[in-house]
C-alpha cells in the first residue's frame, strides 16, 4: 500500500474516531494525475447524498496541461464506490453534531486506487497541544534510546 496524497493536517486539526476504505470514480487523466502526485486533499470533505457518497473540494491537476480537454474541471464532485451499508453508516454519522467526515489519503492497493474516509471530529487548541506535547516526548525518548543502544 503506497501512499499517493495524504491531507497532513488532518492528524493535527482533527480527532479520528472510524475510518473506511473507498474505491474513487475517475477519469483517465485523473488517475494518471494522482499517481503523479499532482492533487491535494486540503479543505476536501464527503458528504452523503440519495444513497451515494461523494467527494468535494478535491483538486487534481490535469496530468498533461495541454492534452486536457477544456471542459475539464479539476474540483469536479467524484463519486466514492463503497457499499450500502457503509453509506448509511456515513449517513447517520454526517447527520450527529459535531462530526465531520473527511478524505485522510489516497493509496495504491493491488493497482486500483482507494481513498482512506475518515469520521472526525474537530479539535480544540488545547487538544492540538497535547497532540504537539506528545509527539515531542515520543521523539525525546527514540532520542535517549537511540544513543544509549
Known amino acids: 500500500m503506497k501512499s499517493l496524497i495524504e491531507n497532513k493536517k488532518a492528524r493535527l486539526e482533527y480527532e479520528i474516531l472510524e475510518s473506511y476504505e473507498a474505491g474513487l470514480q475517475l477519469l483517465g487523466?485523473?488517475?494518471?494525475?494522482?499517481?503523479a502526485g499532482k492533487a491535494s486533499l486540503a479543505g476536501s470533505r464527503v458528504v452523503v447524498r440519495g444513497g451515494e457518497a461523494f467527494l468535494l473540494g478535491v483538486t487534481i491537476s490535469p496530468y498533461q496541461v495541454g492534452n486536457t480537454a477544456k471542459s475539464y474541471d479539476p474540483e469536479r464532485t467524484r463519486r466514492l464506490l463503497m457499499s450500502k451499508k457503509e453509506i448509511a453508516e456515513l449517513a447517520v454519522k454526517e447527520g450527529q453534531k459535531g462530526l465531520t467526515i473527511i478524505p485522510?489519503?489516497?493509496?495504491?492497493?493491488?493497482?486500483?486506487?482507494?481513498?482512506?474516509?475518515?469520521?472526525?471530529?474537530h479539535k480544540g487548541k488545547h487538544d492540538k497541544r497535547d497532540t504537539l506535547k506528545g509527539r515531542d516526548a515520543a521523539r525525546e525518548i527514540e532520542r535517549t534510546l537511540k544513543t544509549e543502544y
Not at 487523466?29 to 499517481?35: A, D, H, N, T
Not at 485522510?104 to 471530529?121: E, G, T
Open 29 to 35: 487523466l485523473e488517475v494518471k494525475s494522482l499517481r
Open 104 to 121: 485522510i489519503m489516497v493509496y495504491n492497493k493491488n493497482k486500483k486506487l482507494k481513498v482512506q474516509v475518515a469520521v472526525v471530529r
